[in-house]
DNA sequence: AATGAATGAGGGTTCATTCAT
DNA sequence: GATGAATGAACCCTCATTCAT
């Protein structure tokens, strides 16, 4: 039906032209997908720009997407892997002292999200929360609840056991949540930007953040200024 | 995103201005701007959406941006305010100790900055700072690089003093604009989607902030824990 | 923000380029796409032939109708301008004999749908009735039914009279609409493809059908066949 | 409508066919996409539906036919069954009457092709036509011309014997022509959407029009009104 | 200055057609 | 032969931008 070109020649081509790997497609897919919409915004990314990326052509990805929305809700979905059982339970039975347990969640936190591809979905949900709020719901229920809530259980555990101070308790959370956000953002945000004028060492900063967070900006014992706001 | 034409320089300025009756559109226009760009972002915000809102029909948005992304630019450039001489001083001139700084200086940024519209150009400038390189650079210049250098100035006070223990003050700067970027944050994204779950009280959540900041998780006194990584 | 074309000298235009005429638009719109849905079905038209056809651009079109369909819909309701209650009227204060009733109803079929652009919506409907069931419905209860109630009418009034036989007047009815959409469809179909073919002239055809419908083929007196089936 | 690639002869016709098993193919997809062109139109059928019903994958339709236009010439092309020279004959050695002749061709008619999917072709060539002029052409030639001839040859029968009045013969053939269409017709669109509207029964329908044709709705002898226009 | 009708390039999605398996 | 994953031209529709009024 349609004239079709002048048949070009596969030259030189090695790889495999129309590759028959239905089991590869979607997962390459969903990180093209995820790279774009992190870097550039849901909106601002052409279903065929990742179509492009994943090494297809753009009716490949409504193959396996039958939307651009619906392919939005996939890469969530799949980099949501609920792993907070696992968590959980890994906290459960850690045997070391509260600021060891804060210690050792901020750094763990930092290797397997923030070091990670899954940092994406992190400044993904923020910044598209307002236009899916279905997603947010769901990454609400998903993350934010069970995350805070492993949280709080360190928290309580260090102020009942007397290793951390009557701390508030329930807002002291965002002290550990804050700093690995502000981390995560920044590395897909302005970090990537300008690493010139970022040249922030995860390393050293999640060092510092733990530091302070554990000890305070003051010299223990020095006269506490008034509380009063 | 596509090649901005060179802004056109708005000429009627050098005029003398004799009724302030229609001068106000270019400010509504710029407050429906930052409204609808932090909601949805600039690729999912139509211009006739911010014409609408700001009262004004579609065609006299374009009188006084000449494109979409001359308006983004200008959302920044008025919600930029270089306030930060000002700042400079206030804290040059401060009398208090140093923790009273910190403390002074994260309330005063909820305040003046966090708690007003002028939240919403943090979250823009996170979100969108990709796709808009420039933007990203002339940020990090105007705000970025001063606010640090201020924030870091009162830190090495601290330390001067003896009020403060020997911190990383490069990256302890973190330690104080980390809580108020995730607040704002919040309130922009998944705090404005669902505020039955984020019921995050921003004074008590600054208070606690700057408690542990100040003080620390930890009971002053408490056996060191090793600091190796 | 689009890179826009060097500016074409609109050098002998006459006619003024970007009229503004609201007014206008939607009535062209239809025209135009009663034309082409005729002749090519629904699927096979394109928007922007239509667009073209009624002189203005794509986006034009979507400016009046939100889809396809939705124009598709409005073409339909624009033409099935509910004559009846005139048409009843007329025949009810009709002082001639039943068979010039007849004979009237369908000259005048012809003149004012059959001769006019109306007689393409039957076409239309016929053609698409498949694809769009609610159009079927909402032509049956506006046109078909009236329709053939009024026909029912005039030929309860003929037997009524004792100018019609006995006839089976529920399927008589279809006596005389069969030869009129008959013709409406050959003018629309196969007569306009090859008009060599077709050379139906309209006014012999109908008179032909007149008289064989009141008078019948067989010449009267002549011993009637049996009617079994 | 796009051109149409030369159609590619299948030379494997002249190889010798040892089993018949899948030679049942190409009929059940000629099966297939009559009924859908039928109900959807040309356009309006997706080739993978098609294929679908006729119960093998797309692939396999396109092995058959070279493009979703030669499978929809195929479709007429079969069920275009040139019956007309055994017809023909069978009404050269008819020995009724005149009458009986038009009684008998329209009851056939509705059997051998109203009743039977044979009948879809007719709606499909009268909606489709002017998108295939050459498919409307061939239909011309070869169902048109020699079923207006049959019938024309009734009619004159009928004149030269005395038994049907002094008519206009060549334009009486759509008297016997147009119910028949229409009730195909009907069969198809409107009354294929909403049979609660259309309780047509088939034989009820051809015996009234048959009746009416034959007989006339006036009674005989009465005043005959004036035949002017 | 302000309007809003008009434009048309761009992007999401469909689907006829191809071809490696 | 048969399959169905892959392709990409084409189509519907959007929306930034223009411009006559």
């Known amino acids: 039906m349609r004239p079709s070109k002048p048949a070009v020649e596969p030259s030189a081509d090695l790889l495999p032209r129309r590759?028959?790997?239905?089991?590869?497609?979607?997962?390459?897919?969903?990180?093209?997908?995820?790279?774009?919409?992190?870097?550039?915004?849901?909106?601002?990314?052409?279903?065929?720009?990742?179509?492009?990326?994943?090494?297809?052509?753009?009716?490949?990805?409504?193959?396996?997407?039958?939307?651009?929305?619906?392919?939005?809700?996939?890469?969530?979905?799949?980099?949501?892997?609920?792993?907070?059982?696992e968590w959980n339970e890994e906290f459960d039975s850690f045997e070391g002292s509260s600021p060891e347990m804060v210690r050792y969640c901020m750094r763990v936190w930092w290797e397997r999200i923030g070091a990670t591809r899954a940092s994406g979905i992190t400044k993904l949900i923020i910044s598209e929360a307002r236009n899916f709020p279905d997603i947010a719901a769901f990454y609400q229920q998903e993350v934010i609840r069970p995350g805070t809530e492993l949280i709080r259980r360190i928290l309580q555990r260090g102020v009942a056991r007397g290793e951390f101070r009557a701390i508030d308790v329930e807002y002291s959370v965002f002290s550990i949540i804050a700093p690995m956000i502000f981390l995560i953002m920044m590395k897909h945000s302005l970090g990537a930007c300008s690493p010139q004028d970022y040249p922030l060492e995860p390393e050293r900063y999640v060092q510092a953040q733990i530091d302070n967070l554990l000890?305070?900006?003051?010299?223990?014992?020095?006269?506490?200024?008034?509380?009063?706001?």
Chains 1, 2, 3, 4 share one sequence.
Request: with cysteine; charged share 30%.
């Open 215 to 229: 000890h305070g900006l003051c010299v223990p014992g020095a006269s506490q200024e008034e509380n009063d706001a």
């Open 19 to 85: 590759g028959r790997r239905k089991e590869a497609r979607p997962g390459e897919l969903l990180d093209a997908a995820l790279d774009l919409f992190v870097e550039k915004g849901f909106a601002a990314t052409r279903s065929e720009e990742v179509a492009a990326r994943a090494g297809v052509s753009k009716g490949t990805l409504f193959l396996y997407f039958p939307t651009k929305e619906e392919l939005f809700k996939a890469v969530i979905r799949e980099n949501l892997s609920g792993r907070f059982a």
